[in-house]
């Protein structure tokens, strides 16, 4: 069953607020610097829930580990003092513990340990029977079965409230993005699982400051339920992610810069003008798939001519004609050369897939 946006949005995360916003430092450092972030950013009124790295998975050791148990009661501090509930990630079954331990609201599994069955098996395990919502980051490689994977192995023993963050995929050579988002993934996630919320986490996917508002507001334009956006008092000087954190008050006008777009569909006047729209493109998509399939039937007819008078399948001449016709084209009709070129190859290989098979035939 095909969950509609709206019904995503009243689910146990955003409740009736869209979006849920999460904020606070990659890690707890000292007391001080926990308590000020809470501080600062209740004082926005433009977040929901604290965020602090406890136990942090760096990627070479005798990097700074996270403070460990001891950050834990300051973390309650801020439930109970700045009145903001809290989540902390954890990688193993004694990270929940203690958690529970300290009355921490929401649990996250990070990137790194969505990665590895065992480790989410173990947390699942510790989980059995207890009711606390659980984040689920996608995994660091572009796999959306091992993302989902986790999140059965929760919901397996019982745990109930199930939320995605959507934080990129590392690439070997990216050197825009600290991990590049994967849009497309994000959205086959929520077409698969339209029942879970999913956040975006702008942070990890920068690794920089000055692309963190374009990316979250991506993510707001394509119907994302959240965001989590990493926050410090003092971003130069913080000890893990330097680089991508924003002080509360940054933090805060972002999200106040954000336009938010709304989800119609409560609103029969505007959904039913929608809707025609839609029709519109869904005729131009049939349209489409005819003139692909009567290109097809051609494309077969001339393998079976070049067949039979001996021919070869690919002639580069014609090859190269076609693709420089269409890159022509393509500036007329208002399409990026980048586009119509990747549109333009995917039809040839099928063209030239088609013609092979004619080729095997006895
Ligand atoms: C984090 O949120 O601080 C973190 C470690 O993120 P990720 O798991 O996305 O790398
Ligand atoms: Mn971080």
Known sequence: MNATKTQRAKTWLTKDKRPIVIAGPCSAETEDQVIETAKRLKATNKMDVFRAGIWKPRTRP?????????????????????????????????????????????????????VNPFAVQEIAEALRGVDIPVLVK?????????????????????????????????????KFYRNRPQWQIALEFVRQMPEIPILCDPSHICGRRDILQDVGQKAMDLDFDGLM???????????????????????????TDMVLREDYEDNPVLQSKLDYMR????????????????????????????????????????????????????????????????????????????QEKIFKQK
């Open 229 to 255: 956006i990493e926050t410090h008092i003092d971003p130069d000087n913080a000890w893990s992610d330097a680089k991508q954190q924003i002080t509360p008050e940054v933090f805060g006008k972002m999200i």
């Open 279 to 354: 029709q519109e493109i869904d005729h131009i998509d049939d349209e489409l798939m005819n003139l692909l399939g009567n290109r097809m039937k051609v494309a077969r007819d001339i393998g079976t001519y070049k067949k039979e008078n001996n021919m070869t399948i690919l002639q580069q001449k014609r090859w190269n004609d076609i693709l420089e016709k269409a890159k022509r084209l393509s500036e007329e009709r208002q399409l990026s050369t980048d586009f119509v070129s990747k549109f333009i190859n995917a039809v040839h290989e099928e063209s030239i897939n088609q």
């Open 62 to 114: 005798n990097s700074f580990e996270g403070v460990g148990v001891t950050g834990l009661p300051w973390v309650k501090r801020v439930k109970e003092e700045v009145g903001l509930p809290t989540t902390v990630e954890v990688a193993k079954a004694k990270h929940v513990e203690l958690c529970l331990a300290f009355d921490i609201d929401i649990l996250w599994i990070g990137a790194r340990t969505t």
């Open 138 to 174: 996608n995994p660091i490689n572009p796999d959306l079965a091992l993302w989902i994977g986790g999140m059965e192995r929760l919901s397996a023993v019982g745990v109930k409230e199930i939320g995605a963050i959507h934080r990129g995929f590392s690439n070997l050579g990216e």
